[in-house]
């Protein structure tokens, strides 16, 4: 199931035509690094404006889990926005909001560059892209308090219906 899971979401996110003209964020992947504690997440633009992502740890994401009970089928609590090289990435549900822009463009090494605030505070990002999405753990629960925590933890509420953030939803 989880392999069937992982070659649909590759093949919805990384399109040859996402970086076509080199600024396209849509259908885009990408793994970060905070700059305060040099933890890691992945972070995805979904085409149509939805966005998704969740914590990276020992070789595997831990996808944001959202409440879909205010959504319509299709939609996404989160959107981005982009503007040139400038662009917007908001998740609501897990508070976090990266704002920034691409650089290196034209190169192999395309980045994303910018500050990410959540409830933890602010951190400068780095990014790079992902040709592949890496192995789906368990889900982060949205606790009551909104920080993140494992699905396994006493502290979280799962809010249901519960949607997860890495699973393309349909048009």
Known sequence: MRGLLLAAI????VSPTAFADGTNLAG????CTRATDQSQFVITFYPGGG?????????????????TSRT???????????????FTWA???????????????????MRLAGTETSLAGRSA???????KL?????????PRNSRFIDLDGEEGELK???GISLQPQEP
């Open 10 to 13: 590759g093949l919805a996110l």
């Open 28 to 31: 885009s992947l990408w793994h």
């Open 51 to 67: 966005v998704g992502g969740g914590e990276f740890q020992n070789d595997e994401v831990s996808p944001y889990i959202f409440d």
């Open 72 to 86: 319509k089928p299709g939609e996404w609590p989160g959107r981005w926005d982009q503007t040139g090289q400038r």
């Open 91 to 109: 998740f609501p549900d897990q508070r976090i909001r990266i704002e920034g822009s691409l650089t290196g463009l034209g190169q192999t090494t």
């Open 125 to 131: 990002v780095t990014c790079s892209a992902l040709s």
């Open 134 to 142: 890496p192995k789906i753990g368990a889900g982060l629960v949205v």
């Open 160 to 162: 249901v219906p519960a």
